[in-house]
């Protein structure tokens, strides 16, 4: 198992922008995949962003370009650069982290909110 923390989230205008952290109690580099989901009220949890412990970086279609996902391996931390924020990217934000012999494991959400 593998602990992560989610901060960084908060209230913005539209158009502006917020980076999201994730800590987490394993070396990332150790873990296979780190990844940014959100859930809006209604809607089901969709993946926002992937990193592998490689490097390797994918994003979905509406943030492609918008957003970065990164990671620090000295601090075990992977962050979220949100740019541009709209309104339909109001959510909760999960970390989470998958792993051979870690299982799957979620943080407990921060919350973004872009007013228009």
């Known amino acids: 198992q593998v602990q992560v923390v989610e901060s960084g989230g908060g209230l913005v205008q539209a158009g502006g922008s917020l980076r999201l952290s994730c800590a987490a109690s394993?070396?990332?580099?150790?873990?296979?995949?780190m990844n940014w989901y959100r859930q809006a009220p209604g809607n089901q949890r969709e993946l926002v962003a992937a990193?592998?412990?490689?490097?390797?970086?994918t994003y979905s279609e509406s943030v492609k370009g918008r957003f970065t996902i990164s990671r620090d391996s000295a601090k075990n931390t992977v962050y979220l650069q949100m740019n541009n924020l709209q309104p339909e990217d109001t959510a909760v934000y999960y970390c989470?982290?998958?792993?051979?012999?870690?299982?799957?494991?979620w943080g407990q959400g921060t919350q973004v909110t872009v007013s228009s």
């Open positions: 989470n982290a998958v792993g051979r012999g870690l299982g799957n494991n």
């Open positions: 990193i592998t412990s490689f490097g390797i970086t």
């Open positions: 394993e070396s990332i580099l150790k873990i296979n995949l």
